[in-house]
């Protein structure tokens, strides 16, 4: 069997595993931070492994209602607290050997919310059948468009077209790369790239009754190295050698901790805290500017709106796919 699919495959069963936990687990009253060292320390747990071979792929998705992707709490950020009314999308992911699972889930507590969440799952999984060995993207995501078009539901006496979120997308994963080049649209658009096989592919609709155009949004927390990190870095060290500047000299020490840690991976500032690097949000920002790192900010939609969002992980075969993560959860 492939390497990176027996990988996959383990990686998969850790992520089912704690799938099951944070549904049992995550209830009103919690708080944001208490959830993503929950589920940090449950892949460590079940990896138990340096970070850098097996364990956490990305910083912990903890996205409340209006907000789609990219929110993990900072070192210092005020503490949230999950409410009865609220959706929360849980995101996270596992890797073995770079072998990256990512797959996400929503959760609500109020069943005002029941249809709207089971929209979400069946578009999900719709989605998941559409894909296979030399299956179009771009006509994916007509299908994808298709699906949801028109469709209405009441929330509170309220009348709401859903739609997905427009410029959010499945993608392509490789082994320490996360977004690896390929796009799995979420809507009709003119692209005709192929499956392949081998390949894996996270797919993962947003449905909202906003307008489904993508806000960003502060304070940022998610970050990754950028393709030519390694040349970049170099530029700011012989900068501050002759400069002899004191915030370079800091910055590199801050590069070095990331690329030893993390390597092409995300991961999330509040990981820096936890690694005694106090005070590194200015450097990471320094960085951004010079393109070493690539910064990701929350996403979000229109005030008042809601999201939810389900994700798979799936591998192409020959003959057709696996759903590496399909649980009896979502």
Known sequence: MNTNLLDAIKAAQIHKKISKNIIEMVKPGITLKNIASFIEDNIKNETNVNETNHGIAFPVGLSLNNCAAHYTPNYRDPEVILKESDIIKIDFGVHRNGVIIDSALTLHFDSKYDEFINI?????????????????????GAEIEEYIKNTEIYIDNKLYTLKTMEDLSGHLIKPYEIHAGKAVPNISINYPMRMCENEFYAIEPFITTGDGKSILK??????????????????????????????????????????????????????L?????????LFLEKMVENKILNSYPPIYDIEGSIISQFEHTVFIKHNGTINLTKNNFY
């Open 120 to 140: 979400s799952k069946d578009l999900t999984n719709f989605a998941v059948s559409q894909c296979g060995i030399d299956a179009i993207l771009g006509e994916i």
């Open 273 to 281: 805290y936890e690694l005694n690097l106090i005070d590194s949000d």
């Open 218 to 271: 502060t304070p940022n927390s998610h970050y990754m190295l950028a393709k030519n990190h390694d040349y970049l870095m170099q530029q700011v060290q012989n900068q501050s050698e002759k400069n002899e500047n004191y915030t370079n000299i800091n910055t590199k020490k801050i590069y070095d901790s990331i690329y030893n840690n993390f390597r092409t991976l995300p991961f999330c500032s509040r990981w």
